[in-house]
Nanobody, 124 residues
């Protein structure tokens, strides 16, 4: 099985910074991409940032220039550096992974394997 675990969420004042982490573990054959998404109460889930195996990063319009997605050398952990936080950034942040993994001797593929989420709250 594969586990996706987010961490780093917290309460921060507007203008502050946070760094989220998403770590993937398990019997993994390969990872194609990671994505950060967020969902605020009463709102639809929003794409924050994605990064693929080639290192290509893409950002949602609302976070461009403020957030940066990066990866570790092992391609098992990604980070979301969030600067210039605004109250409207308040949400549960989720990590999703496009991953091929072993279940026993069989290969499985999940295009979106989700973590439990981490709460980010930005106070004004």
């Amino acid at each position: 099985q594969v586990q996706v675990v987010e961490s780093g969420g917290s309460l921060v004042q507007a203008g502050g910074s946070l760094r989220l982490s998403c770590a993937v573990s398990g019997d993994i054959e390969s990872i194609n991409a990671f994505g950060w998404f967020r969902q605020a109460p009463g709102k639809q889930r929003e794409t924050v940032a994605t990064i693929n195996i080639a290192g290509t990063a893409r950002y949602g319009d609302s976070v461009k220039g403020r957030f940066t997605i990066s990866r570790d050398n092992a391609w098992r952990t990604v980070f979301l550096q969030m600067n210039g936080l605004k109250p409207e950034d308040t949400a549960v942040y989720y990590c999703s992974v496009d991953v091929t993994y072993y279940r026993g001797s069989l290969l499985n593929h999940a295009s979106s394997l989700w973590g439990q989420g981490t709460q980010v709250t930005v106070s004004s």
